[in-house]
């Protein structure tokens, strides 16, 4: 069984601001993990995932994640938060061949 | 290339009425998959499509729901008779190979059901 664990519903930051957005996750296999955002009105969009090989993933938007096995973490991060950055953020995880489980899912509030 | 549709956006139901949900996949897409949130809660996966055939039912919570993909192409959800908490966004994600590497969603129909 998998379960993936999203610390803090709504995370506020101020324009400019780094931007970290946690998420721990449980897998009995190698997981993969994932980022989606949505944005208001709009479906849920890749931000980034990882697979396998380099820990530090690079995604859209200046987004980027770092995959620790060690602490089960895949801790999404973007140095200077801009406005449009504002959306709900869903971590996700899979084992590869099986469907995805999400996370509830964390509020990114920006303001000027 | 068109993404993943679905219609409608939005539906508001009296409880015991019937909805019938579409997903339009990304063309070429033979995977398809349905995932539930209620409010509040997480995206949760109700069921995935290999073609016409059903892969994986595990998560559709009861027989009040019932998905069919007829050709393999588009799919329809359909919630007979609706309840309560059928309340919640329905989203669709296609993929054109099995698994989870790179899910493409569509932007939901959020169900109220009233």
């Known amino acids: 069984a998998q379960s993936v664990t999203q610390l803090g519903s709504h995370v506020s930051v101020s324009e400019g601001a780094l931007v970290l957005l946690r998420c721990n996750y449980s897998s009995s296999v190698p997981p993969y993990l994932f980022w989606y955002v949505q944005y208001p009105n709009q479906g849920l969009q890749l931000l980034l995932k990882y697979t396998t090989g380099a820990t530090l993933v690079k995604g859209i938007n200046g987004f980027e994640a770092e995959f620790k096995k060690s602490e089960t973490s895949f801790h999404l991060t973007k140095p200077s938060a801009h406005m449009s950055d504002a959306a709900e953020y869903f971590c996700?995880?899979?084992?590869?061949?099986?469907?995805?489980?999400f996370g509830k899912g964390t509020m990114l509030l920006v303001s000027p | 290339e068109a993404g993943v549709t679905q219609f409608p956006s939005h539906s508001v139901i009296e409880k015991g009425q019937t909805v019938t949900l579409r997903c339009d996949p990304i063309?070429?897409?033979?995977?398809l998959y349905w995932y539930r949130r209620v409010m509040g809660k997480e995206i949760k996966f109700l069921l995935h499509?290999?073609?016409?055939?059903?892969?994986?039912e595990s998560g559709m919570p009861n027989n009040r729901f019932l998905a069919e993909r007829t050709g393999g192409t588009y799919s329809t959800l359909k919630v007979q008779p609706a309840e309560l908490e059928d309340s919640g966004v329905y989203f669709c994600?296609?993929?054109?190979?099995?698994?989870?590497?790179?899910?493409?969603f569509g932007p939901g129909t959020r169900l109220t059901v009233t």
């Open positions: 063309s070429g897409h033979d995977n």
């Open positions: 996700a995880v899979s084992s590869g061949y099986s469907t995805l489980t």
């Open positions: 994600a296609s993929s054109q190979a099995p698994g989870s590497y790179e899910q493409y």
């Open positions: 499509f290999v073609k016409e055939s059903k892969q994986d």
